[in-house]
Nanobody, 125 residues
Framework: QAQLVESGGGSVQPGGSLRLSCTQSGFIDDYYVIGWFRQVPGKEREGLACIGSSGDRIDYADSAKGRFTISRGSAKNTVHLQMDSLKPADTGVYYC??????????????????WGQGTQVTVSS
């Protein structure tokens, strides 16, 4: 059974950095896309970035460009989201998700079929 597990969340001061990790297991398909999303209370889940399982494509939402970097880890089943220059507005629960669909850009959350449990990121002084 396909499974995604996020890690790396925590509390950081404004201007700080965090690196989130998403570990995948149990995927049958050879190719899939891993996306990172953010959920802020009272707002819709927001796509941030995505990367193909073979590293062939990377896309960012406008809100993530310049401060967030998505990458594949040395372990083939791990994807990282490096977040720099964090702001209080970045506070929320961060999820990784997977899809086998060929989406344009990061895509809407409804097109992702597998989700991790989420990891909390708090940016506060």
């Amino acid at each position: 059974q396909a499974q995604l597990v996020e890690s790396g969340g925590g509390s950081v001061q404004p201007g700080g950095s965090l690196r989130l990790s998403c570990t995948q297991s149990g995927f049958i398909d050879d190719y899939y896309v891993i996306g990172w999303f953010r959920q802020v209370p009272g707002k819709e889940r927001e796509g941030l970035a995505c990367i193909g399982s073979s590293g062939d494509r990377i896309d960012y939402a406008d809100s993530a460009k310049g401060r967030f970097t998505i990458s594949r880890g040395s372990a083939k089943n791990t994807v990282h989201l490096q977040m720099d220059s964090l702001k209080p507005a970045d506070t929320g629960v961060y999820y990784c998700a997977a899809t086998v669909r060929n989406l344009r850009g990061v895509g809407d959350p409804i097109f992702y079929d597998w989700w991790g449990q989420g990891t909390q990121v708090t940016v506060s002084s």
